[in-house]
Every structure is written in C-alpha cells, then in structure tokens.
C-alpha cells in the first residue's frame, strides 16, 4: 500500500491531513477551549450538524437515538430538505450496526431551534454557520463533537465521496465523541 492509499483512508485526503494538523495545533493552543464550557446541566436537547446532513450528522442523530436519548436532532447548514442519507452512507452505517433509512435531511432554515439545544458540529469552520442561531437569547450552546471524543479531534472531516475505510474511520470518531457526550447528557439528567 502506497503512503497517499495510508493517508486517504485514516484522513480521507491529504487534504484532510493538514486540515487535522492545523486544527489540533489550534486546540492545543486553546482556541477550542470554549466550546467545552458547556452547561450540562441546561441542555435540553443534542443536535449534531454538519454540511448536508446526508453523512455525518445523520449518524450521531440515530446512534444517540439508539443509546436512549429521545430528544435528538440533526440538520444541515447547506441542504435540501426531505432528501435521503447519502447511498455510501447508508451502506456503511449498516455494516457498523446503524441504519440510516428512516434519515431525511433537513435544511438549516427548516430547522425549529429549543431553548437548552446544544449544537454539535463536526468541523471548525461549522461553528460560524450556526454562530448566529446560538447569539439569540435561547439558551442554546455549541460545541465541536470532535471536542468529546477520546483523544480529542478538532475536526471529524467529511466522508462525503471518499472511500469506504475513511468512512468507517470516521463513523468510529463519531461513535467515540457521541458515546462520551451521551454520558455527559445522561449524568446532568440524574442530577
């Protein structure tokens, strides 16, 4: 196996190498640090968000839906509203356990904010999408799911259209990072 096969299936491209790189130097310098500030105690409800809402949200709705937690969302900041998870998706999640058939995506704009939400994106640059829907006085936070995953990423890159062993490279982030997060939600519950 050649070095770029290596890098394309534990970091998608090599494109998604130095995304890492960049990413995990900012959250060693901190630059993270305040999306794990957050207020266990008044979410109400976890969202995970990514870009189209075919791939990777999807995944951490319905695993959380599987670990027992009822009040679970996903959405898209840049999709169409009503469509189905991504076929590689579907066909990955199912080979780890999880499927995605009853997923439709849902848009940004289509998407119905609570007080207590907590927003979990999958990538930096996914926190100034959702930046304005947490600045509106609805007690709802934002975090980087990748944050609770152990160890820490700073960025659970995009599976979109790459090759099956990043998919499940990054589903098995994704399980980790949700995993804790549920643990978190679940102990503030019980008080």
Not at 28 to 56: A, M, P, T
């Amino acid at each position: 196996m050649d070095f770029l096969s290596k890098i394309n299936r534990k970091f998608g491209t090599y494109r998604g190498m130095i995304r890492l790189a960049i990413e995990t130097i900012k959250m060693w310098l901190g630059h993270y640090s305040h999306c794990e500030k957050i207020d266990w105690s008044k979410v109400e409800r976890l969202v995970f968000v990514c870009q189209g809402n075919i791939c990777r949200s999807p995944y951490g709705h319905i695993l959380a839906k599987n670990l027992g937690i009822e009040n679970v969302a996903s959405f898209g900041y840049a999709t169409t509203t009503g469509r189905p998870a991504a076929p590689q998706a579907i066909k990955v999640a199912k080979e780890r356990g999880i499927s995605l058939n009853p997923h439709l995506t849902t848009d940004i704009n289509n998407f119905e904010f609570l007080e207590g939400d907590l927003l979990l994106v999958m990538e930096s640059r996914h926190l100034s999408k959702v930046a304005a829907c947490s600045q509106q006085g609805r007690n709802i936070q934002v975090t980087m799911l990748g944050l609770w995953r152990m160890p820490r990423l700073a960025l659970l890159y995009d599976p979109h259209n790459l090759s099956d062993e990043y998919f499940h490279q990054c589903y098995v982030s994704i399980e980790n990072a949700t995993v804790n997060a549920v643990k978190k939600y679940q102990a503030s519950r019980q008080g």
